[in-house]
């Protein structure tokens, strides 16, 4: 069973500051609303457009759906 993006994603929290990825992953750990079971593009990328901020962007979901797509 693919594990969840939200658990891909924890994966970065920790790391260098100047990398979108590490900061989106701290804002999404943040967020208590955020779909932490979902594997679903569409229901992440709606709830991203949706609550977007400076961290949580739908540039660098992106770059980590991309990711995850491949190494999940």
Do not use: C
Request: charged share 25%; glycine share 2%.
């Amino acid at each position: 069973m693919k594990k969840s993006f939200y658990l891909y994603v924890l994966t970065y929290r920790g790391g260098d500051w100047t990398d979108p990825k590490v900061r989106f992953a701290e804002e999404m750990f943040h967020e208590h609303n955020f779909p932490k079971q979902s594997t679903d593009f569409h229901v992440l990328s709606d709830y991203i457009e949706s609550y977007a901020t400076e961290n949580l962007t739908i540039e660098t979901f992106d770059t980590l759906w991309a990711l995850y797509e491949e190494h999940a």
